[in-house]
Nanobody, 114 residues
Framework: VQLQASGGGLVQAGGSLRLSCAVS????????MGWYRQAPGKQRELVARLTSGGTTYYADSVKGRFTISRDNAKNTLYLQMNNLKPEDTALYYC?????????WGQGTQVTVSS
């Protein structure tokens, strides 16, 4: 199983980006699918998560600005990011968690200029 993240880039504050995470094959026993980020010198943090039942979770810092979604037909996870702020600058990783394992994408860089 491979997760391919894309959609990062350089954007001005207030702008938008949509990240995509293409999963190479169907994964069974998925508990959650989510996006994490890691800024230089900081720990990786959970940004948004979607459970198999459709429940969403967002970090307080992105609530109201980011939206996580999935397209089952395309085996793809998305993160729509609006009103981006310089503090959103980080390497963003997608994650799929099953009962016994975590799958990770390679990361896509998001840089927000002020």
């Amino acid at each position: 199983v491979q997760l391919q993240a894309s959609g990062g880039g350089l954007v001005q504050a207030g702008g938008s980006l949509r990240l995509s995470c293409a999963v190479s094959e169907r994964i069974f026993n998925v508990l959650t699918m989510g996006w994490y980020r890691q800024a230089p010198g900081k720990q990786r943090e959970l940004v948004a998560r979607l459970t198999s039942g459709g429940t969403t979770y967002y970090a307080d810092s992105v609530k109201g600005r980011f939206t996580i979604s999935r397209d089952n037909a395309k085996n793809t996870l998305y993160l729509q990011m609006n009103n981006l702020k310089p503090e959103d600058t980080a390497l963003y990783y997608c994650n799929v968690r099953v009962t016994t394992w975590d799958y990770w994408g390679q990361g896509t860089q998001v840089t927000v200029s002020s």
